[in-house]
C-alpha cells in the first residue's frame, strides 16, 4: 500500500486549495478514509482533519474546519479530495491522507510523503 498525497502549495489567507490523495493497493470504496495534518513545530503529531465512510454516506470534520473544507471521492479513478476553502495562516501544515477506524482518528497503514500546504497572511 502506498498512499500519495498532492495539490499543496503557497495560499494566502482566504483561498482555497483541493488536495488530492490516492492509494494503490487500496479501493477507497471499501475503506473509510481520513486527511491529517502535521503543523509546524508539531510534526509528531498527526492532527485529525477529516474523514469519509467508505459507503460515501457519512464524513466527519473536525472542529477548526468544519463548514470551510469538505471531501470529495472519484470512485472510478479512486481519489479522495480535500476541499480546502477560507484557509487561515492556522491550516499552514503537511496534509496526510490515510485509512481509518471509523471514530478512531488514527491513521491504519504507513503514512506517504504528505503534501505541503502554506498559507500566508
Known amino acids: 500500500l502506498q498512499l500519495h498525497e498532492s495539490g499543496g502549495g503557497l495560499v494566502q489567507a482566504g483561498g482555497s486549495l483541493t488536495l488530492s490523495c490516492t492509494a494503490s493497493?487500496?479501493?477507497?470504496?471499501?475503506?473509510?478514509m481520513g486527511w491529517f495534518r502535521k503543523r509546524p513545530g508539531e510534526e509528531y503529531t498527526y492532527e485529525f482533519v477529516a474523514a469519509l465512510s467508505w459507503s460515501g454516506n457519512y464524513s466527519d470534520y473536525a472542529d477548526p474546519v468544519k463548514d470551510r473544507f469538505f471531501l470529495a471521492r472519484d470512485n472510478n479513478r479512486n481519489i479522495l479530495y480535500l476541499r480546502m476553502t477560507n484557509l487561515s495562516t492556522k491550516g499552514t501544515a503537511d496534509y496526510y491522507c490515510?485509512?481509518?477506524?471509523?471514530?478512531?482518528?488514527?491513521?491504519?497503514?504507513?503514512w506517504g510523503k504528505g503534501t505541503r500546504v502554506t498559507v500566508s497572511a
Open positions: 490515510n485509512a481509518v477506524r471509523w471514530g478512531a482518528w488514527e491513521g491504519r497503514h504507513s
Open positions: 493497493g487500496l479501493t477507497l470504496t471499501i475503506a473509510d
